[in-house]
Structure formats: C-alpha cells, structure tokens
Nanobody
Framework: QVQLVESGGDSVQVGGSLNLSCAASEYTYIMGWFRQAPGNEREGVATINSGGGYPAYADSVKGRFTISQDRAKNTLYLQMNSLKPEDTAMYYC???????????????????WGQGTQVTVSS
C-alpha cells in the first residue's frame, strides 16, 4: 500500500504562488495532482512518469503550473503560479502502477490517494 502525504496548501491572493509537496512511501510508475472543488468531479491537473518524464497538464493550468519530482526523496511537487479564483479546490496527490506515456489525467488510472491539501485563491 502506497502512502501519500500532501502539504503546502494555503490561502493566497489572485496572482499569487504556491508550491505543493507530496511525500510518497514508495516508487510507482505514474504520479499526479488532482483537484476537486465543492460540487465538482475530481479532475486531473498535472501528471508525470516517475523519473520526471512526460509531464502532462490540464489545459486550464498550462503555462501556470509545473509538476516535478525528486526521485531520491520520493517527493512530488506542484509549483502553481498566477493563481486564479477558479483554482480554489482540495488538491490531491495520486500514484498508480499503469505504464503510460504520457501518464493519463484520468483519475481511473490511479490506485493510491493522499488526504488532500486545501488551496484557496481570493480576489
């Protein structure tokens, strides 16, 4: 069982930045960040192959968010810049054992989930 622990969520102003972290207990093939706002489905934000390759992004965050990974620390990051109110959500780290290039943004491919960290962007 892979354990994932997110951190870094906070309340920020529009245009601000946050860097989310996710500590994983072990290596998996694909990892990603997902988010869920109240009343909405959980959606893929950014995913990456373990080892740092083939990042994939939702259209809504391209150019603003960057996913990265430190394999030595088994830690996943999400650098979020130019934050908007519509980025407000609970952000979840996820890991999966599917081998795919690029890793899919669909939550159905991910077997393990963290508890989430809240990001709130206010104007």
């Amino acid at each position: 069982q892979v354990q994932l622990v997110e951190s870094g969520g906070d309340s920020v102003q529009v245009g601000g930045s946050l860097n989310l972290s996710c500590a994983a207990s072990e290596y998996t093939y694909i990892m990603g960040w997902f988010r869920q706002a109240p009343g909405n489905e959980r959606e893929g934000v950014a995913t990456i192959n373990s080892g740092g390759g083939y990042p994939a992004y939702a259209d809504s965050v391209k150019g603003r968010f960057t996913i990265s990974q430190d394999r030595a620390k088994n830690t996943l990051y999400l650098q979020m810049n130019s934050l908007k109110p519509e980025d407000t959500a609970m952000y979840y780290c996820a890991a999966g054992r599917t081998i795919a290039y690029p890793p899919p943004l669909s939550k159905s491919y991910y077997n393990y989930w963290g508890q989430g960290t809240q990001v709130t962007v206010s104007s």
